[in-house]
C-alpha cells in the first residue's frame, strides 16, 4: 500500500484535457491504496476453483433446467488484478459520457473524477469475493468470470466457515449469472441498450426514468434468481453461508455503511432480497425448472408489481 503514490496519481490526473477520468491514473491510484493480497495458490486450490467451476455448471443445468456454458476467460485473481479488468469496464462504458461532456474547469473536474473512480475501485477490490462480467458495450459476445482469491480467503476465515465450502458456494452463485446469461441471448443486448440511454441522456444533463427503473426491474430478476438457484443447486448444506454472508451484506462499521449507500450496494442488497423471494415463491408454487420460464423471452420479466405478488407472473407466463 503506497498512499502518496496514490494521492499524487490523482493529483496529475489529465483526463485528456476534457474534464473526464484519467484511466491510468486511476488504476494506479486504487492499486497503490490497497494492497494487492496474497495469491499463491497450491495445486490442490487451483484444482478446487476449477472443480467448483465445472460442479456448479453441472448442477445448475440440472436443477434449473438450463442450456448454457462457463465463460471462455475464468480466473482466479488478487484485488489489483480486478482492478485492472474494471478499471477497462468502466472506460468502456463511461466513454459515451465523457466525449459529450464539456466542463468550465477540466483539470480541476479530472481530479475529482479520477479521485471518485480510484476510491470506488479500491473499496469495491477490497470487498468483492467473485464476478460474472458479461462485458456489456464491448465488441463480440465474450464473458469472463473472476475470484478474488485473497478476498474468498479474508471472509472465510472473517465469518468463521469452512474455506473450501464457502469458495464453492461463491462459485455457485457467479456461475448462476453465466447461466442467466447463457440462457436469455436477449438479456446482454437489453441491458447495452438502456444503459447507453441512460448514460446519452446523462451526458445531456438529463435523466431517463424509465431507462433506469426498467434496468433495476431487470437487475433484481438476474440477482434475485441467482439467489433463489444457488441455493436449490447447491450440493452441501448452506445456511449458516447464507445467514452469515446476509449479515456481512448489511453489516459494517460506520464507515463501511456509508460507502455502501454512496455506492449503491443498499440498492443491490434489496435486489438480492425481493428477487429472491420472488423467485422462491414461484420455485415453490411451480419448480425450480419452471422458474427458468423467465429467461424464454424478454415479456416473461417480472412486472414491478409482479415482484410483489408472484401468482401474477404465475398465472401471466403459466410455466
Known amino acids: 500500500m503506497n498512499l502518496q503514490r496514490s494521492v499524487r496519481a490523482i493529483a496529475t ?3 485528456n484535457g476534457s474534464g473526464g477520468v484519467d484511466w491510468e491514473a486511476v488504476a494506479t491510484a486504487a492499486k497503490s491504496a490497497i494492497g494487492a493480497g496474497a495469491l499463491e495458490l497450491t495445486d490442490a486450490e487451483r484444482a478446487g476453483y476449477a472443480a467448483d467451476v465445472a460442479d456448479a455448471r453441472d448442477r445448475l443445468r440440472s436443477v434449473g433446467g438450463l442450456n448454457f456454458d462457463i465463460p471462455p476467460t475464468v480466473e482466479v485473481q488478487n484485488r489489483h488484478h480486478w482492478i485492472d479488468a474494471n478499471v477497462a469496464t468502466f472506460r468502456r462504458v463511461m466513454a459515451p ?22 476510491a470506488v475501485l ?34 472465510a476465515a472473517d465469518l468463521d466457515v469452512d474455506y473450501p465450502r464457502f469458495r464453492r458456494w461463491i462459485a455457485f452463485h457467479e456461475v448462476t449469472h453465466a447461466a442467466e446469461f447463457g440462457a ?14 441512460a448514460l446519452g441522456t446523462l451526458s445531456q444533463g438529463g435523466f431517463d426514468r424509465e431507462a433506469f427503473r426498467d434496468l433495476n426491474t431487470t437487475m ?23 445467514r452469515k454472508l446476509d449479515a456481512r451484506r448489511r453489516g459494517g462499521g460506520p464507515v463501511m455503511r456509508v460507502a455502501r449507500r454512496l455506492l449503491g450496494l443498499g440498492m443491490k442488497r434489496r435486489q438480492y432480497e425481493r428477487g429472491a423471494a420472488f ?5 415453490d408454487q411451480r419448480s425450480v425448472a419452471a422458474a427458468a420460464a423467465v429467461w424464454d423471452d424478454p415479456a416473461n420479466l417480472p412486472t414491478d408489481a409482479e ?11 403459466d410455466p
Open 13 to 15: 490526473a489529465s483526463g
Open 97 to 118: 459520457v465523457e466525449s459529450e461532456v464539456n466542463v468550465a474547469f477540466p483539470t480541476a473536474t479530472s481530479v475529482f473524477n479520477t479521485g471518485s473512480m480510484a
Open 122 to 155: 479500491s473499496f469495491l477490490a477490497s470487498n468483492v469475493l467473485g464476478q460474472y462480467d458479461p462485458l456489456l458495450l464491448a465488441d463480440g459476445d465474450d464473458h469472463e468470470l473472476y475470484f478474488v482469491h485473497p478476498n474468498i480467503v479474508e471472509a
Open 184 to 197: 436469455a441471448p436477449w438479456l446482454s443486448t437489453r441491458l447495452e441498450a438502456r444503459l447507453e440511454g
Open 220 to 242: 433484481t430478476a438476474v440477482e434475485g434468481y441467482a439467489e433463489m438457484l444457488m441455493d436449490r443447486a447447491f450440493d452441501a448444506e448452506y445456511a449458516d453461508l447464507r
Open 279 to 283: 423467485f422462491r415463491a414461484v420455485a
Open 307 to 317: 415482484f410483489d405478488d408472484p401468482t401474477q407472473w404465475v398465472a401471466r407466463v
